[in-house]
């Protein structure tokens, strides 16, 4: 399969790039790919006088676009390889996968930084020689001073991201993520909030000034009325750590310790930013049209389709789950009429399909597994 990818090169007005790569592959709609031969095309992701970017600038700017944090906890995101600072970037290099060629290719393009979709480094390396191929992509980058950055699946839960626009090509539709992420950042502090009462016997100011020494622990107070008795009510949050000296003081005190909440705070989710989309369709439609949908959207002329038993391609499509990738977590447990996914495991999709595969195959759903297939 012929490897595809797309150099920019920093302008005063802005990045300039090749584009050779498949337009589901997204980025910034400032650094969008566009399918093409070879085309140079205008992408304004700075606006800098001089004819480069400081690198710290260039990732400031891909994470305005999909924060890190909305990554999977097993990926590998982020700056994977950094040359000694300052390291500044004139060309940038994009690829769906960071191989041998592609490093060759980028080298000649005189790439200043590799953004590849992929990780090349997932695993944790022990050694840096010459003795496998990722470990020699190390090695090339550092001599020459390229930089690698991968988003993946960052890219895959932004709200612009790659489940979203797969999402477009299906039809008029309400989606949703299936597994929503939490907001990377939130004004409140700590993992855990602990709330009590002080009634008049208690010394208020010794409680708040020993819950303030406690590290990590940030206290505030207010007038509570219960039992028509006038008390003091404490609030604070900690981290999981002070959480535990908390509760040692609060337990000496009983009176203090029978009264007290404890709850799990959690970050607010997002709407419209997680992994997968849960997708229903304004009007339901047969299997073949949604087929040919799907095939004019990722500009492929096959599909990969496994049908249940008893399911046609006049079958009536409604909900839709898809997931960029095989798709097999995110969709487990997930109803849906179709599932589209990028590379299926059929060993672990027909167990959560259907729980008794031999028995109950006719109430399988439909999937349909995109994949780019080898260029004639």
Same mark, same amino acid.
């Given at each position: 399969?012929?490897?595809?990818?797309?150099?920019?090169?920093?302008?005063?007005?802005?990045?300039?790039?090749?584009?050779?790569?498949?337009?589901?592959?997204?980025?910034?709609?400032?650094?969008?790919?566009?399918?093409?031969?070879?085309?140079?095309?205008?992408?304004?992701?700075?606006?800098?006088?001089?004819?480069?970017?400081?690198?710290?600038?260039?990732?400031?700017?891909?994470?305005?676009? %999909?924060?890190?944090?909305?990554?999977? =906890? /097993?990926?590998?995101? *982020? !700056?994977? #390889?950094?040359? $000694?600072? &300052?390291?500044?970037?004139?060309?940038?290099?994009?690829?769906?996968?960071?191989?041998?060629?592609?490093?060759?290719?980028?080298?000649?393009?005189?790439?200043?930084?590799?953004?590849?979709?992929?990780?090349?480094?997932?695993?944790?390396?022990?050694?840096?020689?010459?003795?496998?191929?990722?470990?020699?992509?190390?090695?090339?980058?550092?001599?020459?001073?390229?930089?690698?950055?991968?988003?993946?699946?960052?890219?895959? %839960?932004?709200?612009?991201?790659?489940? =979203? /626009?797969?999402?477009? *090509? !299906?039809? #008029?539709?309400? $989606?949703? &993520?299936?597994?929503?992420?939490?907001?990377?950042?939130?004004?409140?502090?700590?993992?855990?909030?602990?709330?009590?009462?002080?009634?008049?016997?208690?010394?208020?100011?010794?409680?708040?000034?020993?819950?303030?020494?406690?590290?990590?622990?940030?206290?505030?107070?207010?007038?509570?009325?219960?039992?028509?008795?006038?008390?003091?009510?404490?609030?604070?949050?900690?981290?999981?750590?002070?959480?535990?000296?908390?509760? %040692?003081?609060?337990?000496?005190?009983?009176?203090?310790?029978?009264?007290?909440?404890?709850?799990?705070?959690?970050? &607010?989710?997002?709407?419209?930013?997680?992994?997968?989309?849960?997708?229903?369709?304004?009007?339901?439609?047969?299997?073949?049209?949604?087929?040919?949908?799907?095939?004019?959207?990722?500009?492929?002329?096959?599909?990969?389709?496994?049908?249940?038993?008893?399911?046609?391609?006049?079958?009536?499509?409604?909900?839709?789950?898809?997931?960029?990738?095989?798709?097999?977590?995110?969709?487990?447990?997930?109803?849906?009429?179709?599932?589209?996914?990028?590379?299926?495991?059929?060993?672990?999709?027909?167990?959560?399909?259907?729980?008794?595969?031999?028995?109950?195959?006719?109430?399988?759903?439909?999937?349909?597994?995109?994949?780019?297939?080898?260029?004639?």
């Amino acid at each position: 399969m012929r490897h595809e990818a797309v150099v920019c090169i920093v302008q005063r007005q802005g990045f300039k790039r090749y584009s050779v790569l498949p337009d589901f592959c997204m980025l910034p709609s400032r650094v969008r790919l566009v399918r093409t031969t070879v085309r140079l095309v205008h992408s304004l992701i700075c606006n800098s006088s001089s004819s480069f970017m400081d690198l710290k600038a260039l990732l400031s700017s891909l994470n305005d676009f %999909a924060s890190l944090s909305f990554a999977e =906890s /097993w990926d590998n995101v *982020g !700056l994977l #390889v950094e040359p $000694s600072p &300052p390291h500044t970037v004139n060309t940038l290099f994009l690829t769906n996968d960071l191989t041998e060629e592609v490093m060759k290719e980028a080298l000649q393009k005189k790439a200043d930084l590799i953004l590849s979709y992929h990780p090349p480094i997932f695993q944790p390396m022990k050694r840096i020689t010459w003795k496998t191929w990722k470990e020699r992509l190390v090695i090339r980058a550092l001599e020459n001073r390229v930089a690698i950055y991968s988003p993946h699946t960052a890219y895959d %839960a932004a709200p612009q991201g790659v489940n =979203s /626009w797969l999402a477009k *090509g !299906l039809g #008029v539709c309400t $989606s949703r &993520p299936i597994h929503p992420s939490k907001a990377p950042n939130y004004p409140t502090e700590g993992t855990h909030r602990v709330e009590f009462n002080i009634d008049h016997t208690q010394d208020v100011d010794e409680v708040i000034s020993t819950v303030k020494g406690i590290s990590d622990v940030s206290v505030t107070s207010f007038s509570a009325r219960t039992d028509d008795e006038e008390q003091t009510r404490i609030s604070l949050n900690c981290s999981q750590q002070a959480l535990m000296h908390v509760v %040692a003081f609060l337990s000496q005190n009983r009176q203090l310790y029978q009264k007290t909440e404890i709850l799990s705070l959690e970050k &607010p989710l997002l709407l419209h930013t997680g992994m997968g989309r849960l997708c229903v369709l304004d009007e339901s439609v047969s299997l073949a049209t949604m087929i040919e949908r799907i095939k004019k959207h990722l500009k492929l002329s096959h599909v990969r389709l496994a049908l249940g038993v008893g399911r046609t391609l006049e079958s009536q499509v409604k909900v839709v789950a898809l997931c960029a990738g095989s798709g097999s977590s995110v969709l487990r447990g997930t109803e849906a009429d179709l599932y589209l996914t990028g590379k299926p495991a059929l060993a672990s999709f027909c167990p959560f399909l259907c729980p008794s595969m031999l028995l109950q195959m006719v109430r399988c759903p439909i999937m349909i597994f995109w994949m780019l297939l080898p260029k004639e």
